[in-house]
């Protein structure tokens, strides 16, 4: 992790890029967790993963920190779930942060490439399902609660 290395900035520009190009999709929206922490949830897993495989040996390790990594961005989502009135919020916000955090792992691991198409499905399947869903009837939320209350009382 020599900053004066490509290396170093080839992994810390990546990092960036793929959580600004999900954060940019979830700051348009007005969602809780935006471009500025997108971006640092996939940097700082990148760092942590990197220093995992920078330290491996003979006596260590390195999935021990991813599996740290993992558990505790769950907490981290999990800070962005609320319940309001029998609703429950920021669901989708959570497994974006997850998955920033499985795409930051990948670019620790230097797998750059795949880690950018990742960003770019990412944002994706959350602009592809709500245009779904403000569009098609059949796919909205409500109509399939309806559907279900209906048939559930049948």
């Not at 959580?19 to 990148?46: D, H, S, W, Y």
């Amino acid at each position: 992790m020599d900053p004066m290395t490509s290396e170093f900035w080839i992994g810390v520009g990546v990092a960036v890029l793929c959580g600004g190009i999900v954060g940019f999709e979830r700051q348009m929206r007005g969602k809780p967790a935006g471009i500025r922490t997108n971006i640092l949830i996939c940097l700082g897993t990148t760092v942590f993963v990197k220093l995992s495989t920078l330290y491996s040996g003979q006596n260590t390790d390195m999935t021990r920190v991813l599996g740290q990594v993992v558990t505790g961005i769950g907490f981290l989502g999990a800070g962005v779930i609320l319940a309001r009135g029998g609703r429950v919020k920021g669901v989708t916000s959570a497994a974006v942060i997850w998955m920033l955090a499985g795409i930051g792992a990948m670019i620790g691991f230097g797998l750059f490439i795949p880690a950018i198409i990742l960003a770019v499905i990412t944002v994706i399947i959350l602009t592809a399902i709500e245009y779904l869903e403000l569009n098609l009837r059949w796919f909205r939320h409500e109509e399939r609660l309806r559907r279900d209350e209906s048939t559930s009382r049948e």
